[in-house]
Antibody
Framework: DVQLVESGGGLVQPGGSLRLSCVDS????????MNWVRQAPGKGLEWLSY????????FYAESVKGRFTISRDNAKKSLYLQMNSLRDEDTAIYYC???????????WGQGTLVTVPS | QAVVTQEPSLTVSPGGTLTLTCGSS?????????PYWFQQMPGQAPRTLIY???NKHSWTPARFSGSLLGGKAALTLSGAQPEDEADYYC??????????FGPGTKVTVL
């Protein structure tokens, strides 16, 4: 039972932009915090960004601050990541994760691949 | 920028016990770092095993437990199964809204 589905990944040239989406099938989306995490090919996990349930609080990793913007639409049960000024080091699988109660990462999507050639 | 440390690789025998650790370059890991532990099988998305040091999700096998040990966060696997062979990542929260994954530990059950 897949609850979180990411989309929007693909091949983009350096300096380009991409908008990732994450659609949640669970009714609890609007009450939970959300995160974006990425994983470069053959590498470990990297936390990118957090947004709370009512979009009043967002956090970003230094590596993407000023280039990436997290947002959400609770009516559409959707999470977004607007990615600008993309670099080859942004090549990765991007995962969204939904919190539940005090856990920030209760559920994970299957990821969407973003490729920025060097 | 804080650096989180983990053992690069560990091996455990089937049925054996294994402890993975998660350290921080800033000093001792405490409950205020809200340590998480994740399991990732090859080609799959991560799965959260432990949150806030020692809390389990409903899907976390009973053989996994989290704790603080010697200034580090620890994940103990008691009674290893072949299906526990995976990469394991920890995650720590720092003051100033900074959040860092460890580099991961590759666990082999052999």
């Amino acid at each position: 039972d897949v609850q979180l589905v990411e989309s929007g990944g693909g091949l983009v040239q350096p300096g380009g932009s991409l908008r990732l989406s994450c659609v949640d099938s669970e009714f609890i989306f609007s009450t939970e915090n959300m995160n974006w995490v990425r994983q470069a090919p053959g590498k470990g996990l990297e936390w990118l960004s957090y947004i709370n349930s009512d979009s009043s609080t967002m956090f970003y990793a230094e590596s993407v601050k000023g280039r990436f913007t997290i947002s959400r639409d609770n009516a559409k049960k959707s999470l977004y990541l607007q990615m600008n000024s993309l670099r080859d080091e942004d090549t990765a699988i991007y995962y969204c994760a939904r919190g539940h109660r005090s856990s920030w990462f209760a559920s994970w999507g299957q990821g969407t691949l973003v490729t920025v050639p060097s | 920028q804080a650096v989180v440390t983990q053992e690069p690789s560990l091996t455990v025998s089937p049925g054996g016990t294994l402890t993975l650790t998660c350290g921080s370059s800033t000093g001792a890991v405490t409950s205020s770092h809200y340590p998480y532990w994740f399991q990732q099988m090859p080609g799959q998305a991560p799965r959260t095993l432990i949150y806030d040091t020692n809390n389990k999700h409903s899907w976390t096998p009973a053989r996994f437990s989290g704790s603080l040990l010697g200034g580090k966060a620890a994940l103990t696997l008691s009674g290893a199964q072949p299906e526990d062979e995976a990469d394991y990542y920890c995650f720590l929260s720092y003051p100033g809204s900074r959040f860092v994954f460890g580099p991961g530990t590759k666990v082999t059950v052999l």
